[in-house]
Structure formats: structure tokens, C-alpha cells
């Protein structure tokens, strides 16, 4: 990586993390990417073992369900998407808007997508 590569890294670290919004990233396969601390206190989780997983391993089967649905209907339409849905946290329901954003790489593949909520 060279320095030009580095600074935008940094950058862009310092700006996910003092967001206010809970921002996460996952492949195409929904799978977690990257999350920024204010996402893993969300889930009580620290970000290493949020990494690699998928809703399936943190939410109930029936939520993990509607949010793989979510992520597929975004990629499949490739078109950013406002949700309405409900955050479980500490036992409690907690109505929230979540914004769902199609990643794609320079040749226009889907690989993924953001989520900010």
C-alpha cells in the first residue's frame, strides 16, 4: 500500500468510527466485512467476533431471515434502500431506519453492500 493508499485509509477509518450512525459492511453473501464501534456496542459484540459472521450467528432466525431478504432485494435492484425495521438491543425493541447502499467494484459487479442505521 503505498502512502497515498494509507492516508485515504486512515481517513477513512477516522470517519466511519466518529460517525454517529452504525455503519457496517458485508459481501454479496451477507456476510460481515467491517463495522464500526458504534455497530458492535449495538450488538454487545466486540468487531473481531462480528467479522466473518453473518446475521444468522447474532439475531433470531426469523430476523437474520428478513434482514438477508433485505440485502438480496438491494443487490439483486442494485439501488440504495430506507428500511423501517426494528434493532434488538438489551431485550428491548427498538423501531430504527436503516439505509442500505449496492457496493459495486470498478468493473460495476455487485460485491456487497453498506448498511447505516
Avoid: H
Wanted: glycine share 6%; proline share 3%; hydrophobic share 35%.
Amino acid at each position: 500500500m503505498n502512502e497515498v493508499e494509507m492516508d485515504f485509509e486512515n481517513t477513512y477509518r477516522l470517519l466511519i468510527e466518529n460517525l454517529p450512525q452504525r455503519i457496517f459492511q458485508k459481501d454479496s453473501n451477507s456476510v460481515y466485512l467491517d463495522c464500526n464501534q458504534n455497530f458492535a456496542d449495538a450488538i454487545n459484540l466486540p468487531k473481531d467476533q462480528i467479522i466473518g459472521k453473518t446475521d444468522f450467528d447474532f439475531f433470531e432466525k426469523e430476523i437474520a431471515e428478513k434482514y438477508r431478504s433485505d440485502d438480496k432485494r438491494v443487490l439483486d435492484s442494485g439501488k440504495i434502500e430506507n428500511i423501517e425495521e426494528i434493532l434488538f438491543q438489551n431485550g428491548e425493541e427498538i423501531p430504527i431506519k436503516t439505509t442500505k447502499i449496492p457496493i459495486t467494484d470498478k468493473n460495476g459487479n455487485k460485491v456487497g453492500l453498506l448498511g447505516l442505521f
